[in-house]
């Protein structure tokens, strides 16, 4: 026999999401990124940090929400989403108005930084270190071992600068983080069609009562 259906289903479990876990680490790498690279007076600053954390925050709200309002859910969900977006475009600008290089999407470093699977903002900047070495005219090999890679090309120097790498990094965690939002949005709002919300299932849940009687 079927179990009847809960009013108020399982929900609030946005620790297990890797789309919380990885927009949570872009959040821990974005605070010590500004603290490193950004005036602390500088408006930016705040913005980018402020952005950072409503990604997590939304993520989580939202899934907390989704006991009782799928709307609601999916509003945050959305909410998160923009609000990394909009922290993806402070980077690249950061980059752009230092003359620093933007690394194309194909760029084996960063498949390198998503292929590790960092678990915290300390994993990363090993990375960073570990690439900037391996990019130096003095070594020839990375840290791991791997052959050499070409270093990118900027006005300020033939070789990354700590900054570029780093913005770069960012970069590729919010790609991933972005990415699996946008498939966590596109199931709720299947979901959300196919089963509608909170309204929805009252009514099937006293259906269900009034059957059993």
């Known amino acids: 026999m079927n179990e009847p259906e809960k009013l108020i289903p399982p929900h609030g479990g946005y620790r297990k999401l890797k789309s ?6 872009a ?3 974005t605070v010590r990124f500004c603290d490193r690279y950004i005036s602390p007076r500088s ?8 952005a950072a954390r409503s990604g997590v925050q939304n993520i989580a709200e939202g899934s907390q929400a989704s006991g009782t309002s799928k709307k609601m859910e999916l509003k945050l969900t959305n909410v998160a989403r923009a609000s990394l977006e909009e922290l993806r475009l402070d980077y690249e600008d950061f980059l752009r108005q230092r003359g620093l290089a ?3 999407r194909e760029d084996p470093r960063r498949a390198e930084l998503i292929t590790a699977r960092p678990a ?11 690439v900037h070495d ?3 005219g003095r070594h020839g090999q990375s ?13 300020k120097s033939t070789v990354s600068t700590f900054p570029e790498i780093a913005a770069n990094g960012a970069l590729a965690l919010l790609a991933v983080a972005c990415s699996l939002l946008d498939r966590q949005i596109a199931a709720l709002e299947k979901a959300f069609v196919e089963e509608g919300g909170f309204t929805e299932r009252l009514h099937r849940v006293r259906s ?3 059957n059993r009687r």
Do not use: C, I
């Open 43 to 50: 408006r930016t600053h705040d913005q980018m940090v402020q």
């Open 102 to 104: 933007q690394w194309p």
């Open 27 to 29: 959040y821990d790498v």
């Open 120 to 130: 915290t903002a300390d994993d990363v900047a090993a990375w960073v270190r570990e």
């Open 208 to 210: 269900q009562n009034r």
């Open 20 to 25: 919380f876990q990885v927009a949570q680490l």
């Open 143 to 155: 840290g791991r071992g791997k052959a050499g890679l070409k270093s990118t090309t900027s006005t």
């Open 134 to 136: 391996g990019q130096d």
